[in-house]
């Protein structure tokens, strides 16, 4: 199926439904039998990136809960006459263009981020989950209508139907997240959906479904107790990578001046305005363009390599 | 083969119409007052008013709308710049030639190590070069364009002096050559990855043991069985990636200040000039439908095997 390999890069490996079953590894065949569950766990448990991933993952979401913990400092005091000062014990990265404490505001970013990328896959997953089950479960027509409508969001470059979407809702109001969210939302559900669909697919056939259906169990039950359980360990793995991605869109959405807007007293603070606005000075002064960028960059590549880890470990076809 | 082909093109009409309708959509649908939206803080004159409203046909019903944009749109007539006072079209031949040399240069920069390096780490599969590879791989896949395209600008240009820091207008193939290996790094991480998979999975196949068999050197294996099944996936995968291509020119052109496509809608984003990012989307979005078509069909004639469902 052609379809299949123009996944882009996240699902350039597909991720098959688990099944109950106990798999057995050869080469591995000491001691009992592991269900594939338990065999995945202890295969995150023994890979360092899983760990790094996950450590760095949970700092960055405490820091967006409680960032007064990493710094004392008031990101949104901001001085003009330290402009580009360097560091002080007091400031431990020094100041930006603003005259605005780069370390402190970098801590304070974190929450902008981490609250548009999870509010993204709560809207993207919802859409994905009722397109994917709908089309997967029932086949026939519904599927061939919601398969046509994927292809053809698929079809449109995600970046650039996002400035679209973004102009449009941003103009003439200051933005909130809720825009970026929904433009985020909107447009990038076809991965996790094929996913689910697929994996829906999968668990559909098996004879236990058919069992279910024929000991009288209305549409909703196996859905929700047969099928969906199956779907979910995939899912969870899109969800988490499209945090990550998630992360990178506000970014650059803000980046363009089309996501998060700047607030006249400097009380908005997203990484994306702080890396805009230290591009044109980049020659003057390279700390307030690093700082933001390293912020960025680990928790994109934390939440990314989560999502790989756990696909790896999930996905018995790799090993 | 036949089939599959006129399927895929049933399925490309279908998606193009779709795909622009819904960029059409996005912008002019229930709006209280398009024009507005589409100047953004710019105050509207009423020569601009009129301009617009004639050039969208916003008095006619909706759907004759995007009959009319369809229709501009295949014709060529993208309308006026409204911050430039000059036909979007004409932009958009003034742009076009930087940007191909932009991507032609990403794309070569990227497939060539990536591939390189993707088969070495597929034959020395669980080495000390394939981690690291697919660490560094894994690492530049997650880093955002708006902190590649800068630091590279930063790390290359400013710090090392190895190139110019910004391109200017009517660059040379020299000026080129940072920004377009930032612009494929991507790309590059991706076709690495994908070339490592490919590899090694071929590697395992039958063929290959009967080519082992039949005593032909290892060079010749992996030289031209092996390496020819790989690059399969990947000539899918560099046809999907032109819209993360577009997608990084505009922050790569916009970092490095490069006249080209990704500039122009840099710009027309930034001087909420709505009349030029309507145009330039829609023409981008074409040339990924027709991309990802040629590609799907040209993927079908290369592997035989390959039939819709």
Redesign the interface.
Known sequence: MSSSQMEPVATSVAVPAPTVEEVERPGVATGKPRSLFSDAMHDLRHNPIFWVALVLSLLVIVMAAFPSLFTPNNPADCQLNRQHAGPNGWAIFGYNFQGCDIFARSVYGARISVEVGFLSIAVLGTIALLIGVTGGYFGGWADAVLSRITEIVLGVPYLLAGIVLAKRLSAGQSSGIWTVVFVIGVLSWTTACRVVRSSVITAKNQDYVAAARMLGAGHARIMLRHILPNALAPFVVVLTIALGTAISTEATLTFLGIGIKPSGDGSTISWGLDISGAVPHVRESATPLIVPSVFLSVTVLSFIMLGDAIRDAFDPKLR | MFRYIVR?LL?GV???F??TF??YA??FAN?DDPL??LA??RPVTPAVRQYLTDYYHLNDPFLKQYGYYMKGLLTGDLGQSIGRNRPIKDLLMDAWPITLKLSIIAIIFAALLGVTAGVVAGIRRAGVFDYVTLLIA??L???????LA??A??LFG??LKIFP?TTGGNPSLYKLLLPGMALGT?ALA?TL??TR?SVTENLRADYVRTARAKGLSRQRIIGVHVLRNSLI?II??L??S???L??GA??TE??FNIPGVGFN??QG??TED?PR??GF?SV??II??IT?LVV?IL??VLDPR?R??
């Open positions: 895929r399925q279908l998606t193009f779709g795909a819904i960029v996005l912008m709006q507005q939206a953004g803080e894994l690492f896949i997650s880093l955002p364009f708006i902190v800068p630091m600008q930063y400013v710090e820091v991507v991706v990855r994908l998979t996936p899918t995968y046809g999907v032109l819209g993360d577009m997608a505009i922050i916009g970092v809608l840099f984003i930034r709505g990012v309507v989307v981008l979005v990924f439908i990802n799907d993927y079908a390959i819709y469902e």
